[in-house]
């Protein structure tokens, strides 16, 4: 069903004689509609992001908007005299939204035509549907965890993290620093396995096996006691990344396997695979464990690959992988592990591993 019908990411408002009645440029004033706001902000309940496409003149549009009391549920409003399938590529190339993941509502039969022949995979929908949005099974997504709720306010935070990348003249690392990067690592509780499933489902790049886990497996796992579900959350200076990994750990008494590794797109540039997978070796070193990950590999994860090798992961035989061997057909990695460092651009709060029940701790290098 879901592949059938994707979940919409982002609903692309037109704003005359749509998102308000009337039009601004010919009538002055305009009314929102209450039946309309409320569906403006349940949707944003549900973490669905929302933009405009509009033929107006931005100041005074956003203006109104703001007014209105709305502007703040729209990011990236595109506000202008353009065609609105530019627009709608705009926002989803900033966003990095496949086509498919976005929709488009407007009064006008012309501008959804024309929308919907040079962005088919963009969802079209007419002024007179969006009360029943929130109704569809596109908008309604399965489970709304913490992470959906705020979705709006991270991306603008990360709006204003890469326009103040932008006007950084020193080296990416030298910037890595100045955001009070802060990665902690936690066993998954309820709120958490939600937001576990919702990202072996949105990961498709920075996932080592492509494997959708389910809630139900995921809790299964979860009350195992040779299994560890772990989530992992970002936060810096301009606020919340959220939940932006997820592990699935199988431990063994000579070797622990790392079924599944999965990050977030959105913090490739911070490293974040490759510091989890240092943190694993480090743990697997100090329990004397060797450390097997599953890999399948896919049309879109060549860079996983990259980062179990560069940590070095290979493909040697060992007798551990008679402990824990392969199964659906995935490729079994081995590395055996020594004592790793954190890293100097990252605090890293983690549970420790290798002594059940111990609180967690900062990641201490070697003889820390």
Known sequence: MRDANPLVKCLVWDLDNTLWQGTLLEDGQVHLPKAVRDVVVELDARGILQSVASRNDHEHAWEQMQKLGIGDYFVLPQIGWGPKSESLRAIAQELN??????????????????????????????AAAALTLPTLPEFSPATVTTDARRRREMYKAGFRRNA?????????????????????????????ISRIEELTLRTSQMNATGVHYSDQALRALAADDRHEVLVVMLSDRFGPHGAVGVILLEKGVTAWRLKLLATSCRVVSYGVGTVLLHWLADEAARSGAHLLADFHRTERNRMMEIAYRFVGFDDRSCTCREELPPTDGAQLLHLEPTRQSPPAHLNVIVPVLHKPGAASVAWAPPGG
């Open 97 to 126: 939204f496949a086509s498919a993941a976005m929709a488009f509502i407007d009064d006008q039969p012309a501008e959804r035509a024309e929308v919907a022949h040079l962005l088919p995979q963009v969802r079209c929908y007419e």
């Open 164 to 192: 103040e990348r932008s006007q950084f003249t020193g080296p990416d690392e030298a910037f890595l620093r100045t955001l009070g990067l802060a990665m902690r690592v936690e066993r998954a509780g309820n709120e958490e």
